[in-house]
């Protein structure tokens, strides 16, 4: 597709010693040092949607162009949210630890479950993804809440939007609760004490977005009080989390490592996004996916 192109493979180690030539990177890391061997540097496409792991302010200062990539990530993501909702709503994760030496648990799972149609779901951080996962949740007959820092002025996807100032009523509200932000430092714990304290009784937590976005030890409190009916965690910090770590060894935690966007044509579709994308940098057309400098990069809406 690229005739005027060469392309060259690296493995990582290699690829300080291969930038001194590249115009344009592709890949999954970029370490801030790079950039000093990379003097004809125009570019560094990621396949990832976040960008925190990423050198974005010294791309920034040194006139190189960063780009995330999006748009595929939200089927998987939403498969992998119901599927963890559903493990909590059917009993499912309690009938797996109690199989082996129980010889009888109906009366266990008749306290546990609960209804999906009619429950309300709010997703915090609510973009792309969240759009996908509101069209899963609704094929469930369950409420949509959607919170952002900029709300779409009309109803859309039927999705309730809410701005972030009143998050504290939409998780109040809530049977589930799925946090989906990126990790700047306007999100930084941003589910504390207070947001899970305000989070509706024995509602479910959902953690796909960021690890920095949770503060740990006020999720296990709520968990331990059994003010949370339970929390499925993809990210987590650190990573991997310790033998003996509280969250590891707690009875209603369910630990994913970082699987949510696990989708056998992912790769296909970002060497697709990349490429539309190097059609638009060879054509001198605005590169999609283009990270803004730390400074004026929005905080509350998910990829």
């Known amino acids: ?34 950039l000093f061997a990379a003097p004809h540097l125009k570019w560094i496409a990621s396949p990832a949607a976040g960008t925190d792991h990423l050198p974005v302010a010294e791309a920034h200062s040194v006139g190189v162009a960063l780009t995330r990539s999006y748009g595929f990530h939200g089927r998987p993501m939403a498969e ?21 030496n129980r010889a009888w648990w109906k009366d266990d799972l008749a306290e546990e479950f609960f209804d999906l149609a009619g429950a309300t779901m709010t997703i915090v951080g609510c973009g792309s ?22 709300p779409p002025a ?14 504290h009523q939409a998780v109040s509200i809530a049977d589930v609760v799925v946090n989906l932000l990126p990790a700047t430092p306007a999100t930084d714990r941003y589910f504390d004490h207070n947001l899970f ?17 949770v503060d740990q030890s006020a999720l296990l409190a709520s968990l331990d009080t059994g003010h949370l009916r339970g929390a499925a965690l993809d990210v987590f910090d650190p990573k991997p989390l310790p033998a003996r770590h509280p969250l590891r060894l707690h009875p209603r935690v369910v ?6 966007v696990f989708c056998r044509a992912y790769m296909d579709e970002a060497v697709a996004f990349f490429a539309d994308n190097l059609h638009r940098y060879l054509s001198g057309q605005p590169l999609n996916g283009l990270a803004e400098a730390p400074a004026t990069r929005s905080p509350l809406v998910g990829g």
């Not at 060259?8 to 890391?29: I, K, M, N, S």
């Not at 992998?80 to 082996?100: N, P, T």
């Not at 109803?155 to 998050?167: L, N, R």
Request: aromatic share 10%; glycine share 10%.
């Open 1 to 34: 597709a690229f005739p005027g192109v060469e392309f060259r493979r690296a493995t990582e180690e290699a690829v300080p010693h291969q930038l001194a030539d590249a115009h344009v990177y592709f890949g999954w890391r970029f370490a801030p040092s790079w």
């Open 80 to 100: 992998h949210a119901m599927g963890l909702v559903l493990g909590f709503s059917r009993g499912l994760f309690i009938s797996q630890r109690v199989q082996r």
């Open 129 to 150: 993804v969240g759009r996908h996962l509101a069209q899963a949740a609704r094929a469930f007959g369950m409420n949509v809440i959607g919170v952002r820092r900029t």
């Open 154 to 167: 009309a109803s859309e996807g039927g999705i309730t939007w809410v701005h972030t100032t009143a998050v």
């Open 197 to 213: 304290s305000a989070c509706k009784p024995r509602s479910l937590f959902l953690n796909l977005g960021r690890s920095a976005t």
């Open 255 to 260: 630990l994913t490592p970082k699987s949510s």
